[in-house]
């Protein structure tokens, strides 16, 4: 379509596959908005469009994405408040028919798995690296693993008898995000194995209160038929969570963070393995078998699963085998 609908907040941008939504920056704008700046959205991340009536003398058109489209609305679980779901364009009621108008354009160009979940993250997440301070603990993540570096001032007796934690996101299979706004939010990393652990009887999960259960978001694993070692029914007392509070690990600083761990976890999950590296003394390859083995990790290269250092070993690995 090639037209720009601007709104309170953020302007949408459309393209002719997708939607990029530019946020505003201002004192009035969500911090979270302002942390994501920019979203590109696919028309294939998308189930449907409505357009109704908002708060005093607006319309709200929303693009509803699919389920699993999204790493950051994954992680969130339903969580977001309405003012900061980054899918709601409000506008002057005044424009309601030329925002129809872009929503019916919108509903044309939706593809017919629409209604269907999507079976990977169409959408990306907010790139690493990312920190920010929680209430025990500063949290970091530089794309590849996570971090986690206790307070003395805030941090239980078994997180310091834990010592900081480091945990690549080869080792995890989801995370858990319950928000800040919320009296006991923590960000809580799954890792491997661990997927269907009971948690051990306790007074609650979060942060000293009773708390009802999250959704663990990302886990791939079915429920083992085997007991699992039972995890720390408190995110206080869990050293593979950090705890919020009030000033602590707010959402616009959290949730990305959650978003970007989980769009890692899932791209891991799913990235095919290289090619197996020739073990020392064997014989000469057919070079008809090499070039192919090199157009394949080419292949890999360009769609991002190889990264420049990966693709360059290997292709000299496998010309040495000529």
């Keep these: ?119 990977r993250f169409l959408v990306a997440a907010p790139e690493a690296p990312m920190q920010f301070k929680a209430y025990d603990g500063r949290a970091g993540f530089d794309g590849d693993r996570v971090s986690f570096r206790w307070f003395w001032t805030g941090a239980s007796t078994a997180k310091w008898k834990a010592g900081d934690q480091t945990f690549p996101v080869t080792e995890l299979s989801g995370v858990e995000w319950r928000s800040p706004e919320a009296f006991d939010g923590y960000l809580r990393l ?38 699992l070692a039972p995890r720390p029914t408190r995110a206080d007392q869990d050293p593979a969570a950090v705890v919020f509070g009030l000033g602590y690990g707010p959402v616009h600083e959290s949730l990305p963070f959650a978003a970007a761990v989980l769009e890692s976890v899932r791209r891991k999950q799913s990235a095919p393995a290289l090619p197996a590296a020739v073990p020392a003394g064997v014989g000469r390859r057919d070079p008809a ?7 394949h ?26």
């Design 190 to 227: 799954v890792p491997r194995g661990q997927e269907g652990a009971a948690p051990e009887p306790g007074p609650g999960t979060g942060f000293g209160m009773d708390a009802e259960p999250v959704t663990r978001i990302g886990s791939d694993t079915a429920q083992s038929a085997q007991p």
């Design 297 to 322: 990790l080419g292949e890999l290269h360009r769609a991002g699963l190889v990264t420049d250092d990966e693709f360059g070993a290997k292709k000299a690995q496998l010309l040495a085998e000529l």
């Design 1 to 119: 379509m090639g037209d720009v609908l601007a709104g309170i907040h953020a302007t949408w941008e459309f393209d002719t596959d997708s939607v990029l939504i530019r946020f505003e920056r201002g004192i009035r704008t969500p911090k979270l908005f302002q942390s994501l700046r920019e979203r590109r959205v696919p028309h294939a991340a998308l189930s449907s469009v409505t357009l109704t009536p908002g708060k005093r003398g607006t319309v709200v058109l929303h693009a509803v994405p699919r389920p699993g489209a999204d790493p950051l609305l994954e992680a969130a679980a339903g969580q977001l408040k309405d003012g900061c779901d980054p899918y709601r364009l409000v506008l002057p009621a005044e424009r309601e028919t030329l925002a129809e108008y872009y929503a019916d354009e919108l509903r044309a160009l939706l593809g017919p798995d629409a209604a269907e979940p999507a079976d």
């Design 289 to 295: 078998d090499i070039a192919e083995r090199i157009r």
